[in-house]
């Protein structure tokens, strides 16, 4: 069982991209959904999360009011709406499938994706 991400690629500063998270193997809206990001020579971190049972959603500080996690559950997809990109969020993205509220905890996830590369460029 795989998530598969899509969505990545070359945005100028200030631009926009929706980065994708679905599922064959898995139905999403058992699972809160997460992002983290890996940026080269950095630690992964995460940068929001959905849950199930509300649609409560997490942010880091540092994207807070730029980013928009959502999900669509007939489409059996998650979506992080990214706006105003900034060079430092350049970065492998990957999502992740977790049933508790640990969100931050990438120990405390079930599934993951191979990630899809986001670069911040002019």
């Known amino acids: 069982i795989q998530l598969v991400e899509s969505g990545g690629g070359l945005v100028q500063p200030g631009g926009s991209l929706r980065l994708s998270c679905t599922s064959s193997?898995?139905?999403?809206?058992?699972?809160?959904i997460g992002w983290f990001r890996q940026a080269p020579g950095k630690e992964r971190e995460g940068v929001s999360c959905?849950?199930?049972?509300?649609?409560?959603?997490y942010y880091v500080d540092s994207v807070k009011g730029r980013f928009t996690i959502s999900r669509d559950n007939a489409k059996n997809t998650v979506y992080l709406e990214m706006k105003s990109h900034e060079p430092e969020d350049s970065a492998v993205y990957y999502c992740?499938?977790?049933?508790?509220?640990?969100?931050?905890?990438?120990?405390?996830?079930?599934?993951w994706g191979q990630g899809t590369r986001v670069t911040v460029s002019s």
């Open positions: 992740g499938a977790l049933v508790s509220n640990n969100w931050y905890r990438e120990e405390e996830y079930d599934y």
């Open positions: 193997g898995i139905y999403l809206g058992n699972y809160a």
């Open positions: 959905i849950m199930t049972t509300d649609d409560t959603r």
